[in-house]
């Protein structure tokens, strides 16, 4: 998986799924992450060998500043970290995937549940989209299922 996150407001950006990464595949992964006027202005990635010649060529045609980290202490990298072991502990462990194509569409039902309906303890238990406060008295609480049943989401409806 090469996630693209945004340390913002912890969004992920983009990401993409595949068995064989190539320097060539993260480019064209970066480049569909951003537009050219949105590029990051610094870019933290780890020194693996998919980000070699054709990914650093990307980089340094958006005018963003790699940042490399060190070899081998994932501290460094604590946010993407958090995100990866978050998406296997709370989707991965509990789901069969049977292709990429279907890794792709069990990520992507995570990620927007993960945008709009789980609560971050970083953000102060608000969501990476924020989301307006429910008053008491708009109705009784529903649950609506999300990522296939796995997680759910209460809101208020009224009667």
């Known amino acids: 998986m090469f996630p693209v996150l945004a340390h913002d407001r912890w969004r992920m950006v983009h990401f993409a799924v595949t068995q064989h990464p190539t ?3 993260t480019a064209q992964q970066l480049r569909e ?3 050219w006027d949105t590029a990051p202005r610094y870019l933290l990635r780890d020194r693996a060998r998919v980000f ?10 958006m005018g963003t500043q790699q940042v490399h980290s060190a070899p081998r ?3 460094q990298r604590a946010h993407v970290e958090r995100v990866i072991g978050t998406l296997r502990r709370e989707c991965l ?9 279907c890794l792709y569409r069990h990520l992507q039902n995570f990620v927007n549940y993960d945008h709009r309906s789980r609560t971050h303890l970083a953000l102060e238990k608000d969501r990476p989209e ?3 406060v429910q008053q008491p008295d708009a109705g009784r609480i529903i649950a609506i299922p999300e990522v296939g049943g796995l997680h759910h989401r209460d809101e208020r409806r009224a009667a």
């Open 52 to 61: 070699w010649e054709d990914f650093v060529a990307q980089v340094k045609a």
């Open 130 to 132: 924020p989301r307006p």
């Open 73 to 75: 202490p994932p501290w």
């Open 93 to 101: 462990d509990h789901l069969i995937v049977f292709n990429e194509r």
């Open 23 to 25: 320097a060539k595949w």
């Open 33 to 35: 992450s951003f537009a």
